[in-house]
Every structure is written in structure tokens, then in C-alpha cells.
């Protein structure tokens, strides 16, 4: 979903070992792609703001990457550079062992976005906030904050929001590996071939605004933005001065920003074996190596933690980085070896658990120390199972299927009491 270039084939992979680069928002959104090793946080739940006035087209708001990490480009109105012309936005695609950025674009309609459900009209497949009729854009109130706005073209389609939205309870921030398991439809592909438009002006100045904005970044903010939308461009830009005069970004936050956040890629990794037994691309013997790997890094970053009085030494983060990195290399290549099977009820329960793990990792309830014990047991049920199969030409009896089941609820049993027993990951602590 990138504007195409000359520049269409350049890769910029930034590690987390390696300093990390910014660039200039007009070089990006040229068709550079930007590469990072460690997947977006989860998308913030936000309020849309009231349309400043008639004529403006909504944009949402996005994770960005720079030099201090990841953050966040508030969601804002825009106006379109030019009639009958909308946004697609851009979205992070994960591929191999990387989280790469597509740009976003303007264009006669819309392409393909990775499935992100963005919200305020942007449901994960085109746009339901508006259309443009006899070169005036008209918008569906169904979508829309006018607040104190009047608007005279308006029209109410609540069927289309129906049809066009993929259902993302997790707020997952990214397609493939893990994330929003969605590929283009051949109208999207049709509309990745149309004459495109880069980003306006005052949207480039916008998503830099936002680059050094401290409030913006993950690492500060730990997934809850200081900003997450604004009304129009100029009333954040007032707001991103003053925060970056009173408290601009540092050199220890560029450090902390551009580290492995060893509880995100951990969230990252359990979601996709989850999504790899629902589809049947992992089997439960696949899994079941999968999640033993998981348990044994999740525990060496719960004992490094628990060395340095809950922290990691830059040394430990890149270790373990490596280490996730040969993880997520075995899930890939588990993933598409060829050996699947038919989606079925006890791979479905152990999905289950899985992105439970996950969730409780991205919400900080689960500590590693406590996912290392849960994929240690969901790897001995995946294994029991995976042996039951192979003995019995690949299927289960009903009394193997019952003690799975009885498996998994002591496991889900345990998930749920890891998450409520007050043991938290602390938020990493913020420069005075």
C-alpha cells in the first residue's frame, strides 16, 4: 500500500542493536520502507474529534518509528489535496523475522491498509466515514462527529459499516506473523495501481510534530499517547511546541526507545502461534516447540529481572532480541512447512490460551516469570496431544478429546489467576 517509486526496493533495516535512523517524513512517504525487528504496540482506544469544518476528510491516527522507538501521529481532520481524491492509510506488514511500513496515500479509492481496523470509517477494508458526490464530499452520520458543525451533506449507511469491518477486540496494530491475518482483494489491488498523491503538506508536518513530542513515544507513554487525535493540524502543533520547549526528548529516551521491549515481541510471538493453530498451519506438535521455546526465554527475562531489581542491562535486551529473533524465524518456518491440519476444536482451545498469554503480557497483568510457567504447560498439552494424534493416525478418541479439555481448563485456570494475583510488569521508569 506504498506510493510507488524509483525508491520502491529500498529497505531500511533498523535492529534494535544497530542506532536507530529517522527519516524526514517527505523521504518516507516517497517510498521508502522502514524495517524494524520489533513489532508496533496495540492500537490506543480514542474519541474522534468534531469536524472543524465541511470539506475535511478524517485520517487516523498511526504508530510511527524513529529514533527514539516507536510513537504515536495523533488522528486528525485533514483537507484533501484535491477533488475526489481519498486516504488510505498506511499499516505495518510483518514478513519473515520484520515489521515493515507501507505508506500512506491519496487516491481515487482505496487500497489496501492491512485489514488495521483504524476505526471512524476505516474498518480494515475501505472507507465508510464519506464519498465524494458531484465534486462536494458528503459524510455518513452514521461515522462522523460534526459536533457544532452544520453540514448539509449527509447521509446515514450503517449497512456498509457492517460489511467492510474486521473484528479486532486486541486492537492488533499490524497484518501477518501474529497480527491481522488479511490479504488485499483484487479491488484493493486495482486501486494500488492508480495515479497516487503523496501526503499534504500539512501532514508531514504533522506526523514530525509528533516525532519529537515526548508524550508521543511508547516507551514514555507505554501505549497510552499524550495526544491520540486532534481536530485539526494546528491545534496539536501548539501542543507539540510546548511539549517539546518544557520537556524535550533525550538522549536516555532515544536509548530506551530504541530497545527491545522484551514484553511486546513476547505478546507478539504467543499471538502468532495462537493464530497458527487456528488456522492450521501449526499443528499441536509445532506449537507444542514453539511454546517450549517461548517458556525458556520468558523465564531468562524473568531472571534477568529479577538480578537487576526488575530491570535488563542493554547487554541482556539485544541477548534476548537475538533470541527472539531465532524464535520468530522457527514460527515462520514451522508456519509453512507444509504440515497442517483441518481447524478443529482442541487447536482452537489452545489458540485460545495462547492469545490469553499474550493479552496478559500487552496489558502488563502477566509477568514473563508467569507466561514462561503457562507456555510450559500449554507446550505439555500440545505435546500429549500431537503424540495422541500420531497414535491414532492423526486424530483423537472422545476420552482423549475429554482430558485435553480437562487439560486445558486447569491450564485457563491458572492463566486466570496469573493475571489476578496483583503481580504486575512494572512500567519502566520515567527521566526526571
Same mark, same amino acid.
Given at each position: 500500500m506504498s506510493i510507488r517509486s524509483s525508491m520502491r526496493g529500498l529497505v531500511l533495516a533498523l535492529t534494535t542493536v544497530a542506532p536507530m535512523l529517522i527519516l524526514p517524513v517527505s523521504q518516507a512517504h516517497a517510498g521508502v520502507f522502514i524495517s524494524v525487528n520489533v513489532g508496533?504496540?496495540?492500537?490506543?482506544?480514542? &474519541? /474522534?474529534?468534531?469536524?472543524?469544518?465541511?470539506?475535511?476528510?478524517?485520517?487516523?491516527? =498511526?504508530?510511527a518509528y524513529g529514533d527514539a522507538g516507536y510513537y504515536w501521529v495523533p488522528g486528525v481532520w485533514v483537507q484533501p489535496p484535491r477533488v475526489g481524491v481519498l486516504w488510505t492509510p498506511g499499516y505495518w506488514g510483518f514478513v519473515g523475522s520484520a515489521y515493515t511500513w507501507h505508506p500512506g496515500y491519496w487516491g481515487p479509492h482505496i487500497g489496501f491498509y492491512g485489514g488495521v481496523n483504524y476505526g471512524f470509517g476505516y474498518g480494515g477494508v475501505?472507507?465508510?466515514?464519506?464519498?465524494?458526490?458531484?465534486?462536494?464530499?458528503?459524510?455518513?452520520?452514521?461515522?462522523?462527529?460534526?459536533?457544532? !458543525?452544520?453540514?448539509?451533506? !449527509?447521509?446515514?449507511?450503517?449497512?456498509v459499516i457492517e460489511r467492510n469491518t474486521i473484528v479486532n477486540v486486541n486492537h492488533v496494530s499490524y497484518n501477518g506473523g501474529g497480527g491481522i491475518a488479511v490479504r488485499p482483494s483484487p479491488m484493493e489491488m486495482q %486501486?494500488? @495501481?492508480?495515479?497516487? *498523491?503523496?501526503?499534504?503538506?500539512?501532514?508531514?508536518?504533522?506526523?514530525? *510534530?509528533?516525532? /519529537?513530542?515526548?508524550?508521543?513515544? %511508547? %516507551?514514555?507513554?507505554?501505549?497510552?499517547?499524550?495526544?491520540? $487525535?486532534?481536530?485539526?493540524?494546528?491545534?496539536? @502543533?501548539?501542543?507539540?511546541?510546548?511539549?517539546?520547549?518544557?520537556?524535550?526528548?533525550?538522549? $536516555?529516551?532515544?536509548?530506551?526507545?530504541?530497545? =527491545?521491549?522484551?514484553?511486546? #515481541?513476547? %505478546?507478539?510471538?504467543?499471538? #502468532?502461534?495462537?493464530?497458527?493453530?487456528?488456522?492450521?498451519?501449526?499443528?499441536?506438535?509445532?506449537?507444542?516447540?514453539?511454546? #517450549?521455546?517461548?517458556?525458556?526465554i520468558d523465564q531468562q527475562v524473568h531472571n534477568d529481572r529479577v538480578a537487576n531489581g526488575g530491570t535488563l542491562t542493554n547487554q541482556e535486551r539485544q541477548q534476548v532480541n537475538g533470541e527472539q529473533n531465532a524464535a520468530s524465524r522457527q514460527i515462520y518456518n514451522e508456519k509453512h512447512n507444509g504440515n497442517t491440519v483441518a481447524p478443529n476444536e482442541v487447536d482452537n482451545r489452545e489458540a485460545n490460551q495462547q492469545q490469553r498469554t499474550a493479552n496478559g503480557l500487552r496489558s502488563r497483568q502477566m509477568t514473563s516469570g508467569e507466561a514462561a510457567r503457562t507456555n510450559q504447560n500449554q507446550a505439555g498439552?500440545?505435546?500429549? !496431544?500431537?503424540?495422541?494424534?500420531?497414535?491414532?493416525?492423526? &486424530?483423537?478418541?472422545? /476420552?482423549?478429546?475429554?482430558? $485435553?479439555?480437562?487439560?486445558e481448563n486447569k491450564n485457563s485456570r491458572q492463566i486466570y489467576n496469573e493475571k489476578h494475583n496483583n503481580k504486575t510488569t512494572k512500567p519502566a521508569p520515567k527521566e526526571k
Amino acid at each position: 500500500m506504498s506510493i510507488r517509486s524509483s525508491m520502491r526496493g529500498l529497505v531500511l533495516a533498523l535492529t534494535t542493536v544497530a542506532p536507530m535512523l529517522i527519516l524526514p517524513v517527505s523521504q518516507a512517504h516517497a517510498g521508502v520502507f522502514i524495517s524494524v525487528n520489533v513489532g508496533p504496540p496495540v492500537l490506543p482506544d480514542y &474519541a /474522534q474529534p468534531p469536524l472543524p469544518a465541511p470539506g475535511y476528510i478524517w485520517t487516523p491516527g =498511526y504508530w510511527a518509528y524513529g529514533d527514539a522507538g516507536y510513537y504515536w501521529v495523533p488522528g486528525v481532520w485533514v483537507q484533501p489535496p484535491r477533488v475526489g481524491v481519498l486516504w488510505t492509510p498506511g499499516y505495518w506488514g510483518f514478513v519473515g523475522s520484520a515489521y515493515t511500513w507501507h505508506p500512506g496515500y491519496w487516491g481515487p479509492h482505496i487500497g489496501f491498509y492491512g485489514g488495521v481496523n483504524y476505526g471512524f470509517g476505516y474498518g480494515g477494508v475501505g472507507f465508510f466515514g464519506g464519498e465524494w458526490r458531484g465534486g462536494v464530499f458528503a459524510y455518513n452520520g452514521a461515522v462522523a462527529n460534526f459536533g457544532g !458543525v452544520h453540514v448539509t451533506n !449527509v447521509y446515514v449507511d450503517r449497512t456498509v459499516i457492517e460489511r467492510n469491518t474486521i473484528v479486532n477486540v486486541n486492537h492488533v496494530s499490524y497484518n501477518g506473523g501474529g497480527g491481522i491475518a488479511v490479504r488485499p482483494s483484487p479491488m484493493e489491488m486495482q %486501486a494500488e @495501481h492508480e495515479q497516487h *498523491f503523496q501526503p499534504t503538506s500539512n501532514q508531514m508536518q504533522h506526523e514530525n *510534530f509528533a516525532a /519529537q513530542d515526548r508524550s508521543q513515544l %511508547a %516507551a514514555v507513554n507505554h501505549g497510552t499517547p499524550g495526544t491520540m $487525535a486532534s481536530s485539526n493540524v494546528n491545534a496539536y @502543533h501548539q501542543v507539540a511546541q510546548q511539549h517539546s520547549q518544557s520537556q524535550p526528548i533525550s538522549a $536516555a529516551d532515544r536509548a530506551a526507545g530504541s530497545h =527491545y521491549n522484551p514484553n511486546t #515481541r513476547e %505478546a507478539n510471538q504467543d499471538q #502468532r502461534i495462537a493464530n497458527g493453530l487456528r488456522s492450521g498451519q501449526m499443528t499441536s506438535g509445532e506449537a507444542a516447540r514453539a511454546e #517450549r521455546t517461548q517458556s525458556n526465554i520468558d523465564q531468562q527475562v524473568h531472571n534477568d529481572r529479577v538480578a537487576n531489581g526488575g530491570t535488563l542491562t542493554n547487554q541482556e535486551r539485544q541477548q534476548v532480541n537475538g533470541e527472539q529473533n531465532a524464535a520468530s524465524r522457527q514460527i515462520y518456518n514451522e508456519k509453512h512447512n507444509g504440515n497442517t491440519v483441518a481447524p478443529n476444536e482442541v487447536d482452537n482451545r489452545e489458540a485460545n490460551q495462547q492469545q490469553r498469554t499474550a493479552n496478559g503480557l500487552r496489558s502488563r497483568q502477566m509477568t514473563s516469570g508467569e507466561a514462561a510457567r503457562t507456555n510450559q504447560n500449554q507446550a505439555g498439552v500440545a505435546q500429549q !496431544v500431537h503424540s495422541e494424534r500420531t497414535a491414532n493416525g492423526g &486424530a483423537l478418541t472422545q /476420552q482423549q478429546k475429554r482430558q $485435553a479439555n480437562k487439560e486445558e481448563n486447569k491450564n485457563s485456570r491458572q492463566i486466570y489467576n496469573e493475571k489476578h494475583n496483583n503481580k504486575t510488569t512494572k512500567p519502566a521508569p520515567k527521566e526526571k
